[in-house]
């Protein structure tokens, strides 16, 4: 194992999200005692389980850092410098119903930027990852092989999150989004209620992915934006402008006509046409 002088943020928060994988492919299947949280959320003893797991890495590496865990919440100073965001299973309710479409997502935030990020497929056996100006696939074990991801439109597939909140409804929604005549024309729709599938943008297995929400410092969206945003794609909020700086949500295209058709629907949705 690397000491914590010599091993990367980047390198961490891989060896972070193995950690809360290898507690969520261990725990699946079995018969979990949930938390519920409101409104329909819940979380199981898997995701509390991952999370341990996960801030057991990271704190040991990194004490003096800040963290934000889904289920433990926030931990040292307020405006620390450095905070790590941390999702120990997204599609908990794919999980919990023996479905295995999950992430394990960790993001470090210095200052107003993301600089290393990682998303685990605990059941795939691959860690996408960047820090901060590459994005890469890591395949295998510990010591498995690094592969340049490469984003594609190709496939047509659009993965389209219909999970609210919806901050920005009427003006915008994700369903309504679906029956635009311009989708079914270019696209092909996804519903996979798992931010896994914003990485799939990133690795050319998704031609976009779409979704509302205010997602500054979200520990589901964080660590996908910036592996999207290192392997190229297009990513802006829903209308145009980049991440976090105008109305919210989220668009991620493999390329600039993607998103070109994707923004056209979506004005059109707000403006009452089509």
Not at 44 to 59: G, N, Q
Not at 137 to 162: I, K, Q, W
Not at 186 to 194: C, G, N, T
Request: hydrophobic share 45%.
């Amino acid at each position: 194992m690397l000491s914590m002088n010599t091993e990367s943020d980047a390198q961490l928060a891989v060896r972070a999200v193995r950690a809360g994988a290898a507690v969520v492919r261990e725990m699946y299947g079995t018969s979990l005692q949930r938390f519920e949280k409101g409104g329909g959320d819940f979380a199981t003893a898997a995701d509390v389980a991952a999370e341990k797991a996960i801030l057991d890495v990271l704190r040991t590496a990194r004490p003096d850092d800040a963290v934000t865990g889904e289920e433990s919440g926030r931990t040292g100073a307020e405006a620390a410098e450095r905070r790590w965001l941390v999702d120990p299973l997204c599609g908990t309710l794919n999980y919990a119903v023996n479905t295995m479409v999950v992430a394990v997502n960790v993001a470090l935030r210095e200052g107003p930027s993301i600089t290393a990020a990682a998303a685990a497929d605990p059941f795939g056996g691959e860690v996408f990852w960047t820090d901060g100006e590459r994005a890469r696939l890591r395949s295998g074990g510990t010591d498995g092989t690094d592969e340049e991801l490469a984003p594609s439109s190709g496939s047509r597939l659009v993965d389209v999150n219909l999970d609210p909140p919806f901050p920005n409804a009427p003006g915008f929604r994700a369903v309504t989004l679906l029956a635009d005549p311009g989708f079914a024309e270019h696209f092909r729709p996804r519903v996979v209620s798992s931010t896994l599938a914003v990485t799939w943008v990133a690795a050319g297995r998704r031609a976009a992915y779409v979704t509302d929400g205010r997602l500054r410092d979200s520990v589901h969206f964080s660590a996908g934006i910036a592996i999207c945003q290192a392997a190229g794609c297009v990513v802006t909020d829903l209308h145009g402008l980049p991440p976090h700086t105008g109305a919210g949500g989220l668009v991620v295209a493999a390329d600039a006509e993607t998103h070109a058709l994707l923004m056209e629907m979506i004005r059109n949705q707000e403006s009452g046409v089509g």
